[in-house]
């Protein structure tokens, strides 16, 4: 073997399975999101003694697009935990790649580090290389879309470069935006 291939191999063996910041998709992957929905959330815990947990928890989330498609803004209000997050996507029309940013409303800061990806067909993967916790990661958001009015995403983190270990997972059933959604945000 060539010293081409084996480095190939070797480079194919230091990322969790699937990891890629090449995924491409397009301008109308999340047309499907706009409106409200209702959503559980299934979130990972860990107490301060390291034990790990879930929590379950109610959110409406509302999204709407701009720029003809190539923005979408959706805003995710979780009662429970009194405090919400915004999530904006970019379209990057020549790399035909989403970038997707959080923010959340306990730190008011545009997380710095997006995923990239997009979506084939019903499922859409999103990657990331960034720190949590002061710990180099990589970050995967998976997207499923089951069917008109059903979803699941889910977030997942690998320390080791081999695993994925999920953390957040959350399920959505399309709600009635007039009801669920004032001026594109969720009633409170």
């Given at each position: 073997?060539?010293?081409?291939?084996?480095?190939?191999?070797?480079?194919?063996?230091?990322?969790?399975?699937?990891?890629?910041?090449?995924?491409?998709?397009?301008?109308?992957?999340?047309a499907?999101f706009?409106?409200?929905?209702?959503?559980?959330?299934?979130?990972?815990?860990?107490a301060?003694?390291?034990?790990?947990?879930?929590?379950?928890?109610?959110?409406t989330?509302?999204?709407?697009?701009?720029?003809?498609g190539?923005?979408?803004?959706?805003?995710?209000?979780?009662?429970?935990?009194?405090?919400?997050?915004?999530?904006?996507?970019?379209?990057?029309?020549?790399?035909?790649?989403?970038?997707?940013?959080?923010?959340?409303?306990?730190?008011?800061?545009?997380?710095?580090?997006?995923?990239?990806?997009?979506?084939?067909?019903?499922?859409?993967?999103?990657?990331?290389?960034?720190?949590?916790?002061?710990?180099?990661?990589?970050?995967?958001?998976?997207?499923?879309?089951?069917?008109?009015d059903?979803?699941?995403?889910?977030?997942?983190?690998?320390?080791?470069?081999?695993?994925?270990?999920?953390n957040?997972i959350?399920?959505?059933?399309?709600g009635?935006?007039?009801?669920?959604?004032?001026?594109?945000?969720?009633?409170?």
């Open positions: 073997m060539s010293i081409a291939p084996a480095l190939l191999l070797l480079a194919a063996a230091t990322v969790p399975p699937g990891f890629t910041m090449e995924r491409t998709g397009s301008i109308d992957d999340f499907y706009e409106g409200g929905w209702n959503t559980v959330q299934h979130r990972e815990v860990t301060p003694d390291g034990t790990k947990s879930w929590s379950d928890f109610p959110a989330l509302c999204a709407q697009a701009y720029l003809g190539g923005s979408t803004v959706d805003e995710l209000w979780m009662p429970q935990q009194k405090r919400a997050g915004l999530t904006l996507r970019l379209f990057d029309r020549e790399k035909r790649q989403w970038s997707v940013y959080w923010v959340n409303s306990v730190t008011g800061r545009l997380d710095p580090v997006p995923v990239v990806g997009g979506f084939q067909g019903q499922r859409g993967e999103f990657y990331a290389q960034d720190t949590v916790n002061g710990r180099p990661a990589k970050v995967r958001y998976l997207w499923t879309l089951k069917d008109r059903h979803a699941r995403w889910e977030q997942a983190l690998s320390f080791d470069d081999k695993t994925w270990e999920t957040w959350a399920d959505f059933t399309r009635d935006a007039a009801r669920l959604c004032r001026s594109g945000r969720p009633v409170r």
